[in-house]
């Protein structure tokens, strides 16, 4: 199992935002919900395991974010960046496969 470092550096602004990732390397997109990010990376649950040190292009979906996201609160999200998975963590309390995903920012 892998350990990571639960404190915060910084700042967590928490949404239901909808993103579109690819791995590195490949032309296929996955849509996901991140569920908060900061100026130091994102947090999200997929479907599926990502190793730890995989690197992730994420992409904003056409600058579409719900009502309550103001730019205030939009200044740490990126609406490209790279990232490199730090720990993937296994939900076990869900009915299917679903796993938690931290990322931090190249």
């Known amino acids: ?6 404190s ?11 993103i579109i990732y ?3 390397g490949s032309e296929k997109c996955h849509p996901v919900k991140i569920l908060n990010y900061s100026e130091n990376g994102i947090y999200f649950e997929n ?7 995989a690197v992730l292009v994420f ?3 056409g600058g579409e974010f719900p009502e309550h996201v103001t730019d205030k609160n ?6 490209m960046a790279r990232a490199e998975v730090k720990w993937c963590k296994d939900l076990k309390d869900r009915e299917y ?5 931290g990322t931090q920012y190249l």
């Open 1 to 6: 199992m892998n350990s990571f470092d639960n």
């Open 8 to 18: 915060r550096k910084c700042d967590r602004e928490n949404h239901n935002m909808r």
């Open 22 to 24: 690819t791995e590195s």
């Open 47 to 53: 479907l599926h395991h990502i190793p730890p040190g």
């Open 59 to 61: 992409y904003s979906r």
């Open 74 to 79: 939009l200044t740490s999200f990126k609406s």
């Open 97 to 101: 496969p679903h796993f938690g995903v």
